[in-house]
C-alpha cells in the first residue's frame, strides 16, 4: 500500500502469534527509525532490546501490560538518553547541562519522532505494534532491572510482532477539532465533540471485539480527573533531571 494508506491503517496489536523476529530484522528496523528528525542532531534516545525472557516477563508485569509480552515477537524499552550526550561533552572537557526543562522536552520529542520511525517501518514489513506508556507505572524498578544509568530514563515500552488479528481503526477527532487557521478557535469545540462522542459510541458498540458503551469526552473527563502517576517529577530527579 502506499505511505498515506499504510498511516492510515494502523491500529493498536495486543496479541501476537509468537513467531521471534530475527536479529537482523531488529537491526534494520532501528536503522531506519534513526534516520527520524532530531533536534540539533542529538539524538537523545536508547533502546533496550529485551531478549532474556525473565527481563521480558518482568517488564510486563511492572508495565502492568504482561498479556501481550508473552506472544510478542519482540519487546523494547524506549528511553530518554542523555548519558551518551555526558559522555561526548567530557571528550572535550565539558560538564554538559541535561537537566533544564528544554532537555526533557528535546529528549521526549527525539524518542517519539524515532520511535514513530520504527513503528512505520514494522507495520510496512507487516508485523503490528503496540506502545506500552505502562512503563512509566514503575519506572524506578524498570530502570534497576535494565541498569539505566543517570541521565536515562524509560519513556515507553513496545511490543511488535506478527498480529493473530487486526483490530478495525479507530476513528481520530475530525480535522477541524486540531486544525486552526491563524487563530486558536475553542468555540468550536461544543459542537464538534458532541460529534465525534457520537462517532466513538457507534465505533465501540459495533466493533468485533470489546464493545461497549462509551465516548471520548467521558473517557478523557475520567482519565484526567485526577494527577496521574504523581511520583514522576521525584523520579525524573533522581535520573539527573532537575528541570532547570
Not at 493498536?12 to 527509525?33: F, H, M, N
Not at 459542537?191 to 471520548?216: A, I
Request: overall charge negative; charged content about 25%.
Amino acid at each position: 500500500m502506499s505511505a498515506k494508506d499504510l498511516l492510515r491503517s494502523h491500529s493498536s496489536v495486543r496479541k501476537y502469534t509468537g513467531e521471534q523476529i530475527p536479529k537482523e530484522t531488529v537491526i534494520d528496523l532501528i536503522q531506519t527509525a534513526q534516520m527520524a528528525a532530531s533536534s540539533h542532531f542529538v539524538q537523545a534516545y536508547s533502546v533496550i532490546w529485551v531478549t532474556d525472557a525473565d527481563k521480558k516477563q518482568k517488564l510486563g508485569e511492572l508495565s502492568k501490560n504482561d498479556f501481550q509480552f508473552k506472544t510478542a515477537g519482540a519487546a523494547f524499552l524506549f528511553c530518554v538518553d542523555f548519558k551518551r550526550l555526558q559522555v561526548a561533552g567530557q571528550k572535550h572537557g565539558v560538564d554538559i547541562i541535561a537537566d533544564s526543562a528544554e532537555n526533557v522536552l528535546v529528549g521526549v520529542a527525539d524518542v517519539g519522532i524515532f520511535a514513530q520511525n520504527f513503528v512505520i517501518a514494522a507495520e510496512d514489513a507487516g508485523y503490528g505494534i503496540c506502545y506500552i506508556g505502562g512503563a512509566r507505572n514503575n519506572p524506578k524498578e524498570i530502570s534497576e532491572l535494565f541498569n539505566l544509568p543517570e541521565f536515562v530514563f524509560p519513556l515507553f515500552a513496545m511490543t511488535i510482532g506478527t498480529p493473530t488479528k487486526r483490530n478495525e481503526t479507530k476513528p481520530r477527532l475530525p480535522v477541524e477539532a486540531v486544525l486552526h487557521e491563524n487563530d486558536y478557535n475553542v468555540e468550536k469545540y461544543d459542537t464538534l465533540l458532541d460529534e465525534y462522542d457520537t462517532t466513538m459510541e457507534n465505533y465501540y458498540g459495533s466493533r468485533s471485539s470489546n464493545q461497549k458503551m462509551s465516548n471520548w469526552t467521558k473517557q478523557m473527563a475520567d482519565f484526567l480527573v485526577e494527577q496521574r502517576r504523581p511520583f514522576i517529577k521525584e523520579f525524573l530527579a533522581s535520573k539527573g533531571f532537575n528541570w532547570k
